[in-house]
Structures are given as C-alpha cells and as structure tokens.
C-alpha cells in the first residue's frame, strides 16, 4: 500500500502543454526586440547634436538644462579652446544632484534651481562621456580637431 503523500510525490503539480514554434518563435523575437529597446533607451544617444557657442570672454559655452536628463545631450565642441558648461537643474530627483566627467577627473554638484559652471579644457578630439552621480543619466562631449 502506497501513503498519499508518496503518490503525490511522484505525480507532477503541472502539465507541460507543447506550443507550436511559431508562437515559441514569436515570444523570443518579442523578447529580444523589448531588450533592445531598454538598451537603445538607456544607452543610445538621446536629442539632437548641439555646438557649443563662443563667448565674450573666448571660451565655447553651452548651457545645459537638467530636467529627468541633460538638455541638450550631446555636446560638439572644438579641441584645444577652453569650455565653459552652465548646468541648470530644475529637477529635484536627487540622480540628478551630480554630474560627473571622468575622463576629465572633474565633478560639479548642481543645487536644484539654480544654475553652476564647470570649466574645462578639452585638449584632445574624441567622445568624452558626463553622467549623473548614479551612471543613470548621461551625456557627451564630441570634441573635434579645430
């Protein structure tokens, strides 16, 4: 004589129901198609290309406005001349407290309502990333040959 709970045991608590492998075939290109997008969302580039002015006092200035991400993004500027960013920070999320360019060892906090300059001296063309104290909201500088 076989215990009830032995019998339950050995009998399954579910039933695979074989899919046909065109639904199974839509469900992973779905699902490979919604990755991309996170990735592409995250990671790919976000507005248009932007470059910098001259100022009055010779340095290229863009002034950036932070508000659930940097306005505008994506920076151009010219190798070799001085940079001046103005940050100004209007949304209270505490990511957006800090922006950070590691390529150029610098950081800036950014007071919300407020607006703070960052001066920097891009001596060598190429893309150089900014992102907010958590990695989360990001930037670059394309800095090109003069």
């Keep these: 004589?076989?215990?009830?709970?032995?019998?339950?045991?050995v009998a399954p608590l579910w039933r695979t129901i074989e899919q046909?492998?065109?639904?199974?075939?839509?469900v992973a290109?779905?699902?490979?198609?919604?990755i991309i997008g996170e990735l592409w969302w995250f990671l790919g580039p976000h507005?248009?290309?932007?470059?910098?002015r001259q100022g009055a006092e010779g340095k290229q200035q863009v002034t950036i406005t932070v508000d659930g991400g940097y306005n505008p993004a994506r920076?151009?500027?010219?190798?070799?001349?001085?940079?001046?960013?103005?940050?100004?920070?209007?949304?209270?999320s505490s990511c957006v407290a800090q922006v950070i360019f590691p390529?150029?060892?610098?950081?800036?906090?950014?007071?919300?309502?407020?607006?703070?300059s960052?001066?920097?001296?891009?001596?060598e063309p190429g893309l150089y990333p900014f992102h907010c104290g958590m990695n989360m909201v990001r930037g670059v500088l394309e800095v090109v040959a003069a």
């Design 1 to 9: 004589m076989i215990h009830a709970s032995v019998a339950m045991a």
């Design 20 to 26: 046909p492998p065109a639904l199974k075939l839509l």
């Design 29 to 34: 290109a779905l699902g490979l198609a919604l």
């Design 47 to 52: 507005g248009p290309l932007v470059t910098a």
């Design 75 to 92: 920076i151009r500027v010219v190798a070799g001349q001085p940079l001046r960013l103005t940050f100004h920070r209007v949304d209270p």
């Design 103 to 116: 390529d150029f060892q610098r950081s800036l906090d950014l007071p919300l309502e407020a607006s703070t």
């Design 118 to 123: 960052i001066d920097l001296l891009p001596e």
